[in-house]
Every structure is written in C-alpha cells, then in structure tokens.
C-alpha cells in the first residue's frame, strides 16, 4: 500500500478555491464555516462574503479608548461590551462585525457565542478605503436590526455622529467635533469629549 503524503499548502489551497461558493450564492451555514476557521474580518451580505480590510494602529486606538469608556460603564449595570471580531446577524442571510457592540444586561437572550442577534448599541472606526460602508451601508443595516443607538467615529474629519434610532430608521444628526462632547441616549449620561478620542494615540 502507498504511503500518503501530506497534501501541500499550495495544493490545499487550490482545493479551497475550487470549493467555494461563488459570489452571490454564499449560504449562512458557508459564511459561518469560513469565519470559524479564519481569522480576516469578514462580513456577509445577501450570498456576497465582503473581506475588511486589517485595522491600522489609529483605528485600533480610537476603538480601544471607546470600548474602555462604554466597559467601565456597561459593567457597573450588569452590561456587556465587546469588540471586533465578533458577528452580528442582522437578518437571515446578512451579517456584520462591528467595531464595538454592547447590550445593557449581559443576560440578554440575544447575547449568543457564535454571533449576537442583536444590540442595544453599536461603534464603528470610519476606514479610509471605503467610507460608504460605514455612512451608508451599515446604517441601513443596524438600523433594519432595531439597534437603538449608532456610533459613527470618524479619524479623518474627526467627528463623531450620534444616531439615534426612530421608528425605522436613524434620526439624522449634526457630528460632533473637536471641542464638543458627544453624549450617548442609550446611556443616559455617558459622555466623552471628542478631541479625547482622537488624540488618544499620542498619549499612549
């Protein structure tokens, strides 16, 4: 009997390739498998798996001094804040990985392991490769997931938008810059001045 040999990476990764579902025709059960078993940021839309690009040391930043603040408080009232990566279902067939997700009782049903089905309040550090994503797209989307509030943390104006939701959609909202305080609806009274958040990297 021949001896088998160890399949090569090149080999394997040929096998995966061909494998794959393509564009459009992605199910949740093939999203779930492929982000089980990779570590890249990636999000699902309607049968299109969409790969984020790696976060930059100001990105990473401006995300840690948030998740601090919302922790710090969320704890105290028996909450829970995490970051990236870990998904959220939207809907059926629609999945994303915010930057920052938290639920004000960390016993919510909707707390799963695998991915969250929902939250009281969800973060995101603008990415310069495509910043519709974060303007657009994902507004529509958390907003379709009854998420009541969303934070839209922008390094390169730098603001931060505030949106709260109303009966489907977000309430637009004037940014807040430099020199302001943005305040949260969800918890009430937490605040943060915006020049804190984006000068947080040259005091770490």
């Known amino acids: 009997?021949?001896?088998?040999?160890?399949?090569?990476?090149?080999?394997?990764?040929?096998?995966?390739l061909a494998a794959r579902p393509p564009q459009g025709r992605w199910s949740e059960?093939?999203?779930?498998?492929?982000?089980?078993?990779c570590s890249r940021l990636v999000e699902f839309a309607d049968g299109c798996i969409e790969e984020l690009p790696g976060p930059t040391d100001s990105h990473q930043s401006v995300l840690l001094f948030l998740?601090?603040?919302?922790?710090?408080?969320?704890?105290t009232e028996g909450g829970v804040a995490l970051?990236?990566?870990?998904?959220?279902?939207?809907?059926?067939g629609r999945f994303r990985e915010p930057d920052l997700m938290l639920l004000r009782d960390a016993s919510d049903p909707r707390r799963r392991d695998r991915y969250w089905l929902g939250a009281d309040l969800v973060a995101e550090v603008v990415s310069p490769d495509d910043p519709d994503r974060d303007?657009?797209?994902?507004?529509?989307d958390y907003a379709e997931a009854g998420i009541s509030e969303y934070w839209i943390v922008d390094p390169r104006r730098p603001e931060i938008t505030v949106l709260t939701l109303g009966r489907d959609r977000y309430i637009d909202s004037d940014p807040f810059a430099?020199?302001?305080v943005a305040t949260s609806f969800v918890l009430d009274g937490l605040s943060v001045a915006v020049s804190e958040v984006f000068e947080t990297r040259?005091?770490?």
Do not use: C, N
């Not at 059960?29 to 492929?34: K, R």
């Open 29 to 37: 059960h093939d999203y779930l498998w492929l982000t089980d078993r």
């Open 135 to 140: 303007y657009r797209e994902k507004r529509a």
């Open 178 to 180: 430099p020199g302001e």
């Open 67 to 75: 998740f601090r603040l919302f922790d710090q408080r969320v704890r």
């Open 83 to 92: 970051v990236a990566p870990l998904r959220l279902r939207i809907r059926e």
């Open 202 to 204: 040259a005091l770490t």
């Open 1 to 16: 009997m021949a001896k088998a040999t160890a399949t090569s990476q090149q080999a394997a990764d040929a096998i995966l």
